[in-house]
């Protein structure tokens, strides 16, 4: 993982462009989606195509170059001094909140970790697949958060769980759950899915690994109802087995793997050791919770 460098292209001398800021050029009108060639390519510039909402059409901006140049400085870059009203969401800037999620030439990438390629001109940038768009690059994650929520994504614990509890580093349970655990919601995963990404109904790459996870946890007292869930018509039986859910995941994520071992543990009931999920003659400490996923 590596994040923007954090050069301001805007205030650094080096950086500093005929004209104002970083943007030599902004083309009034708005190009079509033809990615055509222009005097605008020269080595040290980029030709930027950003996706306009109001319109449907890409605006073509020319942004002068800087060494180890994110995808997002170019988007500040345009927003400083070209055109205030572009609309992108992000945070952290080190690849770490998930919310700079977008389409770079057609893939799914966080913009402050993905570098400005060099060589490639025009650089596309889209809305991510499979959410409805707000406003240019910005998407209403409702879509994405609801199957999330719908898996249950934290652990219920047992209402005799002693604390704390003893998880070994080196148990086959650790060894399930912890590559799996730095998931940060970015909807990547979801947007590069043949499936999820084109707005069909599936519980999508990032909820299942969740499941995945909680379902090995031996603290979690929900695991069978969980199953349950991710045994519907929606859930993993409806993956296609691309695997690019796992192809561009920004945090070296394995949502393909989780998916089918929550397959096989549907299918052949077994579980990491220690970690089968709950039965009913386990009681959980939250019967509000319990209640609530008898009423979906
Ligand atoms: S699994 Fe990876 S790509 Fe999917 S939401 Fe989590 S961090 Fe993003
Ligand atoms: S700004 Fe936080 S992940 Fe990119």
């Known amino acids: 993982m590596s994040g923007s460098p954090l ?19 902004s083309e009034g009108t708005l190009q079509s989606d033809t990615l055509e060639q222009t005097s605008a390519d020269a080595s040290d510039t980029v030709t930027v195509l950003v996706r306009r909402s109001a319109s449907g059409l890409d605006q073509r901006f020319t942004v002068k170059r800087f060494e180890q140049m994110k995808v997002l400085d170019l988007l500040v870059a345009i927003q400083r001094t070209a055109d205030s009203s572009i609309a992108f969401r992000y945070s952290c800037r080190v ?8 389409r770079v030439d057609g893939h799914a990438v966080l913009a402050c970790q993905t570098s400005v390629p060099a060589g490639t001109d025009p650089v596309h940038l889209a809305p991510l697949a499979g959410f409805p768009v707000l406003r240019d690059l910005v998407v209403d994650m409702r879509p994405f958060f609801e199957r999330w929520a719908h898996i249950v994504p934290y652990v219920v614990p047992f209402a005799n769980a002693t604390e704390p509890a003893r998880i070994l580093p080196n148990s086959p349970e650790r060894e399930v759950i912890d590559p799996a655990l730095d998931c940060i919601t970015c909807g990547v995963c979801y947007s590069s ?24 946890d031996s603290r979690d007292s929900i695991g069978a109802d969980r199953l349950r869930r991710i045994g519907s018509a929606d859930g993993v039986d409806r993956c296609h ?20 071992r929550l397959r096989k543990w549907r299918i052949t009931g077994e579980y990491p050791a220690g970690a089968a999920p709950s039965t009913d003659s386990r009681t959980d400490s939250n019967a509000e919770t319990k209640s609530q996923l008898g009423q979906v």
Not at 11 to 22: L, V
Not at 248 to 260: E, T, V
């Open 241 to 260: 087995y691309i695997s690019a859910c796992t192809s561009y995941c920004p945090k070296g994520l394995d949502p393909f793997s989780a998916i089918l």
């Open 95 to 102: 690849a770490m909140c998930g919310t700079c999620a977008l």
């Open 7 to 25: 050069p301001d292209p805007l205030e650094s001398g080096d950086h500093e462009a005929k004209g104002t800021g970083n943007v030599l050029r």
């Open 193 to 216: 899915c043949s499936v999820s990404g084109n707005q069909w109904d599936f519980l999508g790459p990032a909820a299942l690994n969740r499941a995945m996870v909680l379902t090995a």
